[in-house]
């Protein structure tokens, strides 16, 4: 009854993302990891930065949109779903909940769920983390979905080899943040390190692998990176700018001529600050006016830098660039007034 009025909360937030070709793609790839299980499973698409995805024990699984920010192919993607769907097969989640009913009241229990789940301020996401939190796996539950999960990954017909990768990312992410602080999602999943290094073991084991195996990363990249840049925004918003630098550096090396991810780039140096920062972000613009078709936004961030730095000639050309490559702007009329001011 809880995670039910969490999906129906979820329904209504206006977090998910309800693209048609984006959903089929997605849920067609639960459908030839679930197997027999598909017809139970409804997917949804959340519209929300960090990495997670979810399985709550009546059958929704919530696919985080700064999950499909970070992976970089279907193999990849393929991993984690499989984990999620292998708690589901083994009903973890009612395990759980049994483990926490013998050692609790029930009563007790009972109230501090509803607590949690009901409080409507609270929104849908937190919801749904308030129940994560509560039917949080034991570590070794996680480390059963990830061995039945490779299994899965494996028997679909994916490349195994890409599931590690995963957790290398992650990794990266951990040792460049600012604020290292778990989420929910990482403090009952075991240690980066620990699922990295198992999966290798894993692909070892198997031997020689054919180059048949699925990889799927352009029909990946068919589906994903026409919301890349959204995506990216709500990134920036978390203020994790360590983080986000390490992640946009990494799809920097696979696509270093897109002008989207130099303008993230900029734009979390610009809103760090630190030494070296502003010089570092207006690098960074000028690498994605390089680009074909890159956002307008990029002069308005390269004007609020050189005006900071006392550079009002020149922030005045770039504001006026903004306006001239989007005259339909919102804030034509503030970046107007700023241009007056630096006249």
């Known amino acids: 009854m809880q995670v039910e ?14 693209d048609p070709e984006l959903n089929k793609y997605v849920g067609e790839m639960v459908c030839r990891l679930a197997a027999e299980y598909c017809q139970d499973v409804r997917v949804y698409v959340v519209n929300a930065a960090g990495f997670n995805a979810s399985m709550s024990p009546n059958g929704a699984m919530h696919v ?3 999950l499909l920010l970070r992976v970089e192919n279907e193999a990849q993607l393929a991993n984690v779903l499989a984990h999620e769907l ?3 097969r083994q009903r973890h989640s009612l395990q759980r909940w049994r483990d926490i009913r013998a050692k ?10 509803t607590a949690m789940v009901g409080a409507a301020p609270i929104g849908a996401l937190a919801s749904l983390a308030a129940l994560d939190s509560i039917y949080g796996f034991s570590r070794d539950q996680e480390r059963e979905a990830d061995d039945l999960g490779f299994d899965s990954l494996t028997a679909a017909g994916y490349d195994p080899r890409e599931a590690p990768r995963v957790w290398e990312f992650m990794i990266e992410e951990k040792e460049a943040s600012d604020a290292p602080k778990r989420t929910f999602f ?8 620990e699922r990295q290094e198992t999966l290798a073991k894993k692909v070892d084991e198997l031997g020689d692998l054919t180059d048949s195996l699925i990889l799927g990363e352009e029909r ?23 983080r986000g630098i390490a992640m946009v550096e990494r799809l920097l090396k696979r696509d270093p001529d897109a002008g989207e991810l130099h303008f993230a780039k900029g734009e979390l140096l610009r809103r760090r600050g630190g030494d070296g920062d502003y010089d570092d972000a207006v690098s960074a613009y000028e690498q994605a006016m390089k680009a074909i078709d890159y956002p307008a936004s990029v002069h308005r961030s390269l004007a609020l830098v050189q005006w900071s730095q006392g550079k009002d000639a ?9 306006l001239e490559k989007k005259p339909d702007a919102d804030d034509r009329l503030i970046i107007e007034s700023y241009i007056s001011q630096l006249k």
Request: proline residues 1%; negative net charge; aromatic residues 18%.
């Open 186 to 193: 990482f403090s009952t999943h075991p240690q980066s390190e």
């Open 64 to 66: 985080w949109t700064g």
């Open 5 to 18: 009025q969490a999906e129906a909360e979820l329904k209504t937030s206006g977090r998910v993302v309800y």
């Open 86 to 88: 292998a708690h589901y």
């Open 104 to 113: 609790t009241d029930g009563l007790v229990f009972f109230q501090i769920a």
């Open 314 to 322: 020149q922030a005045a050309a770039a504001f006026h660039d903004y």
């Open 220 to 242: 990946f990249r068919a589906q994903t990176l026409r919301f890349r840049s959204a995506w990216l925004a709500q990134e920036i918003k978390v203020g994790d700018f360590g």
